[in-house]
Nanobody, 122 residues
């Protein structure tokens, strides 16, 4: 079992930065970790993913060049978000999956956090 707890969300002006953290209980070394987001009235969408050994990462086109995903050896995954835009406003979720391949769909993940709100004002 893996439990995920996100933190770091908040209110920021457009152009600002936030760093989200996802602390995992239990050993997540073998898990691929992803970030997703869900805006009101919209489906949950892929944001970023990091592979088991941190070698492979990938991003949604909408955040490429602005967001960076990383993980450390202490079971924590980060999402550094720069140059934030109002359209980045959403609840951000951390997720884990026990597969080698990177995952892009919500149904490909086995464990989820409770989410953290990110609001970007214009």
């Amino acid at each position: 079992q893996v439990q995920l707890v996100e933190s770091g969300g908040g209110l920021v002006q457009a152009g600002g930065s936030l760093r989200l953290s996802c602390a995992a209980s239990g050993r997540t070394f073998g898990y691929t970790m992803g970030w997703f987001r869900q805006a009101p009235g919209k489906e949950r969408e892929f944001v970023a993913v990091v592979g088991r050994l941190s070698v492979n990462t990938d991003y949604a086109d909408s955040v490429k060049g602005r967001f960076t995903i990383s993980r450390d050896n202490a079971n924590t995954v980060y999402l550094q978000m720069n140059s934030l835009k109002p359209e980045d406003t959403a609840v951000y979720y951390c997720a884990a999956r026990l597969q080698f391949a990177l995952g892009y769909g919500p149904d490909e993940y086995d464990y989820w956090g409770q989410g953290t709100q990110v609001t970007v004002s214009s």
